[in-house]
């Protein structure tokens, strides 16, 4: 789960702030606007966990005002529902199960102490809009746990109401408002795979009637133009002739290009995608501590079975960020990597870990604009300018944020 100033961080980020992350906490410039919403004394402010008397910092700890603030910025205006999960989060041990839904791919392993707890997961709604020369929407959930992983499952889950009630003891459930924070870039990052497939689907139809509409427009002119053409050359014309045929020629050609590029306009493909609302659910959960033997060294791994989908909680790679259920560990600092970074160590984690080399996970607005970026491409369609995160206000369900950059299906003049 994402620290305090990880989460103050990361809100200023979204809000156009100029973040730099120093060994003694935060230092920022943030517009105006935000100062004036969060009550900071200037413009440039350093923020830190527990700041002492000295040094100009302001607290953006656990408890903090500053934090409540943000965490109240960043959830206004969405509709945040409470339920608890009926039921235990197992019937039986779940240690067992671990040893069956991982693949521990370098590392022998066997299962150890459990314990019973409760955690509050998320679903998420966002609205999507995908427009061009048409227009499609729609509604989809996606799922956080309370570690901030993944949760699959979670819309399948959620068709049995049955299993959810309202808090049986309003005051004793969780605050909810920082969590939130602290999940969003989980939920952004799911919500663009899930978008993937209507986008993608999109696309190709948009790109189907633009490649059509295009070879009508350059058929036109490609044919006008050449008749012109041979019209000058069957001519005897005087200078001043050739000169004003050889100037409409040229117009036409201009007046190609224009069409052209109100062609590429009309087909420009744009995305809104808007967080519509909330339902944090407290469930009951297992976790269980799992004995990892790599080589010589020894240590315990916890892992958590989520009693409301009932799955396990994937394993975050600590080099990519990807969610994984195959997990090996470096030799050095025994990071976790999935199979793929796994496969970059030169022998199964002995060497050349990834991790170790400072490589981190994907910072969640980069991996937002590589995904938009990566869906554009591989269906032709180059892309105007930088694909931008959601902003705030798709967190909050004001107003439908960009999630991506118009791009249209530019072809070669």
């Given at each position: 789960m994402s620290d305090p100033l990880d989460i103050c961080a990361r809100f200023l980020e979204v809000e156009g702030a100029a973040v730099?992350?120093?060994?003694?906490?935060?230092?920022?410039?943030?517009?105006?606007?935000?100062?004036?919403?969060?009550?900071?004394?200037?413009?440039?402010?350093?923020?830190?966990?527990?700041?002492?008397?000295?040094?100009?910092?302001?607290?953006?700890?656990?408890?903090s005002a500053l934090l409540e603030r943000v965490a109240g910025l960043a959830t206004a205006g969405v509709p945040v529902a409470r339920a608890d999960?009926?039921?235990?989060?197992?019937?039986?041990?779940?240690?067992?199960?671990?040893?069956?839904?991982?693949?521990?791919?370098?590392?022998?392993?066997?299962?150890?102490?459990?314990?019973?707890?409760?955690?509050?997961d998320r679903a998420w709604w966002f609205r999507y809009a995908i427009e061009a020369d048409e227009r499609v929407e729609g509604l989809f959930v996606v799922g956080t746990s309370a570690q901030d992983a993944p949760l699959r499952g979670l819309a399948e889950a959620l068709a049995d109401p049955r299993r959810l009630v309202?808090?049986?003891?309003?005051?004793?459930?969780?605050?909810?408002?920082?969590?939130?924070?602290?999940?969003?870039?989980?939920?952004?990052?799911?919500?663009?795979?899930?978008?993937?497939a209507p986008l993608t689907t999109f696309i190709r139809a948009v790109g189907r009637r633009h490649a059509r509409d295009r070879r009508r427009i350059e058929t036109y002119y490609r044919d006008l133009i050449?008749?012109?053409?041979?019209?000058?050359?069957?001519?005897?014309?005087?200078?001043?002739?050739?000169?004003?045929?050889?100037?409409?020629?040229e117009a036409t050609a201009r007046d190609r290009l224009a069409k052209l590029a109100d062609l590429d306009d009309k087909y420009a493909?744009?995305?809104?995608?808007?967080?519509?609302?909330?339902?944090?659910?407290?469930?009951?959960?297992?976790?269980?501590?799992?004995?990892?033997?790599?080589?010589?060294?020894?240590?315990?791994?916890?892992?958590?079975?989520?009693?409301?989908?009932?799955?396990?909680?994937?394993?975050?790679?600590?080099?990519?960020?990807?969610?994984?259920?195959?997990?090996?560990?470096?030799?050095?600092?025994?990071?976790?990597?999935?199979?793929?970074?796994?496969?970059?160590?030169g022998g199964a984690g002995r060497r050349g870990c990834p991790a170790c080399a400072g490589e981190q996970p994907e910072?969640?607005?980069?991996?937002?604009?590589?995904?938009?970026?990566?869906?554009?491409?591989?269906?032709?369609?180059?892309?105007?300018?930088?694909?931008?995160?959601p902003s705030r206000d798709s967190q909050v369900g004001g107003r439908p944020a960009e999630a991506g950059a118009a791009v249209s299906r530019r072809g070669r003049d």
């Open positions: 730099d992350r120093t060994p003694g906490g935060i230092e920022a410039v943030v517009p105006e606007r935000i100062v004036t919403a969060l009550g900071l004394p200037d413009e440039f402010v350093r923020l830190a966990d527990a700041p002492g008397d000295g040094g100009g910092f302001v607290a953006a700890g656990y408890g999960v009926l039921g235990a989060a197992a019937d039986k041990a779940v240690g067992a199960r671990a040893l069956e839904r991982f693949d521990f791919l370098n590392a022998a392993v066997t299962s150890g102490a459990e314990a019973e707890s409760k955690g509050l309202e808090p049986r003891d309003p005051a004793s459930f969780p605050s909810t408002a920082g969590s939130l924070v602290a999940a969003w870039p989980v939920a952004a990052s799911e919500s663009l795979a899930r978008l993937s050449a008749e012109m053409r041979r019209d000058l050359a069957r001519r005897v014309l005087s200078p001043e002739g050739v000169a004003r045929r050889e100037a409409k020629i493909v744009r995305v809104s995608l808007t967080l519509a609302a909330v339902l944090c659910l407290r469930v009951p959960r297992r976790s269980c501590d799992l004995t990892v033997r790599r080589r010589s060294q020894q240590f315990h791994f916890p892992v958590v079975y989520d009693g409301f989908v009932q799955d396990f909680d994937p394993v975050t790679c600590q080099c990519c960020g990807a969610s994984t259920y195959a997990v090996g560990f470096c030799d050095e600092a025994l990071h976790a990597l999935c199979r793929s970074c796994l496969g970059r160590t910072e969640p607005q980069a991996r937002l604009r590589r995904e938009f970026l990566t869906i554009a491409r591989r269906e032709g369609f180059p892309v105007e300018g930088e694909p931008a995160p």
